[in-house]
């Protein structure tokens, strides 16, 4: 159990990006710790699974699905604003939905560059834009958006992505200055490779050796090493909570200490 700084009872939170992967385990990591979640999604369906689930894990009524595309600022406000009328605050905003196409920089279009701006870097501006003012309001928030090692350090493969995601982590510093008097706190947690799926572990234990040489820790011979999406929600439930009261604008790596930034 949780102890009472960690809860996140009578708070309400909104997770982008929540019907797999990380925003997935995120939004039930808060839905535990106490919350009401508000699960969003571009696809709908994955998202009401994961509204099902809370129901199961915790009990009925603790939390919906709304699909949500974070590029579409209009969406993003009503979606907020319809969260906001309906539980009387947005006490929590995690930012999580991301999309990467792993490819080399000469090999990506423009086409794939725009997708992952728009989706990774104007998603945290649009979801972040419409949840201040409430926030303001309200009194205090807590922001949390889930950028990338890959844009602390830069990764191969992923160049246009860790611009973003540098983007996401500068930004979040920004509005952590300009709102930290309204008791608002901005952070990011930025994951090194997690598994979001079986394909991706099966694919990446087949270079589990080659990884173990850039990761310090070790999980044993029979795992990769390579983060866990329950490793992120600890560290994003963390600064959703009361514990991390005087923690703004930093970024956390949950990455096994592949980067330490
Ligand atoms: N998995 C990793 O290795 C890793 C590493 C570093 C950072 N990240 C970041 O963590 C976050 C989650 O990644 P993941 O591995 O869980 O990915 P994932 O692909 O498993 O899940 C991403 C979710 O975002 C949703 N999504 C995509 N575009 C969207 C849009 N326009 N609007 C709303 N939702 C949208 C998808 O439908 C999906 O449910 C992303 O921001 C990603 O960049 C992941």
Known sequence: MANAD??????TALVTGSGHG????????????????????LNGETAGEVAEEIGEAVGS?????????????????????????????????????GIWFPKFFLESTPEE??????????????????????????????IVSIASDAGRVGEKRQAVYSGAKAGVIGFSKAIAREYGRYNITVNCVAPGLTMNSPEMAESFGQRAGELRSVYPLYRGESEPPLGQPSDVAGAV?????????WVTGQTISVSGGYSMA
């Open 6 to 11: 960690e809860r996140l009872e009578g708070k």
């Open 22 to 41: 990380i925003g997935r385990q995120i939004a039930l990591k808060l839905a535990d710790r106490g919350a009401y979640v508000v699960a969003t999604d």
């Open 61 to 97: 009524g603790r939390a919906h699905a709304v699909e949500m595309d974070v590029t579409d600022l209009e969406r993003v406000q009503h979606v907020i604003d319809e969260t906001v009328a309906d539980r009387g605050a947005l006490d929590i905003l995690i930012n999580d939905a």
């Open 113 to 142: 560059w725009r997708k992952e701006v728009d989706v990774c870097f104007f998603g945290v501006v649009h979801c972040t834009r419409v949840a201040l003012p409430h926030m303001v309001d309200q009194g205090g928030g807590r």
């Open 237 to 245: 439930a963390f600064l959703a909570s009361d514990d991390a009261a």
